[in-house]
């Protein structure tokens, strides 16, 4: 449809910009957390309470990409597909809007990038530290994590060693 090519216009514009700025990496606090993942591989987003529990952060957010164009987003729980971009560009959730605002002290991307809008979220998302899997593009992350995406313990545990270490 001519539409998205419109809304793939927009997003790899927008895309470069963000690639383009800098941003600070101070070692912070653990107050917030934001996650990326894949609806489709992952059903439930238990594991990632858990995750957040266990590394020890009070809030956190979940960005889910998800094909199902009539799934519904929440504060907490915002689900992003092709009806997320405005067909002539921009963002059409106010959900994502906020979550684009926030500030956050970490942010996982646990997804295998599969379009535009999974690369401009994951540069889009203002974090202090962003850790991600090496199959992404090297702008996504500070921190990369070299397992499987069903290795979700094994992930968790290699994450807290570094955060313990990049945060002392």
Do not use: C
Not at 54 to 62: D, E, I, S
Request: aromatic share 10%; net charge positive.
């Amino acid at each position: 449809m001519i539409f998205n090519v419109f809304k793939s216009r927009w997003l790899r514009k927008q895309q470069e910009k963000l690639r383009k700025e800098t941003r600070e990496r101070p070692p912070g606090k653990r107050s917030s957390m934001v996650v990326l993942y894949d609806v489709e591989l992952e059903k439930s987003t238990l594991f990632l309470e858990q995750w957040s529990k266990a590394l020890g952060f009070k809030k956190l957010t979940v960005l889910g990409f998800t094909e199902d164009g009539k799934a519904v987003s929440t504060a907490s729980r915002v689900m992003l597909n092709s009806k997320t971009i405005k067909w002539s560009g921009g963002i059409a959730d106010p959900f994502l809007e906020d979550v684009l605002k926030s500030n956050y002290d970490l942010q996982i991307n646990f997804f295998n990038p599969k379009e535009d809008l999974h690369n401009f979220v994951a540069l889009a998302l203002k974090a202090t530290i962003k850790v991600g899997l090496p199959s992404q593009e090297q702008e996504l992350y500070d921190l990369a994590i070299d397992v499987n995406m069903e290795q979700k313990d094994l992930f968790i545990t290699e994450l807290k060693k570094y955060l313990n270490i990049i945060t002392k």
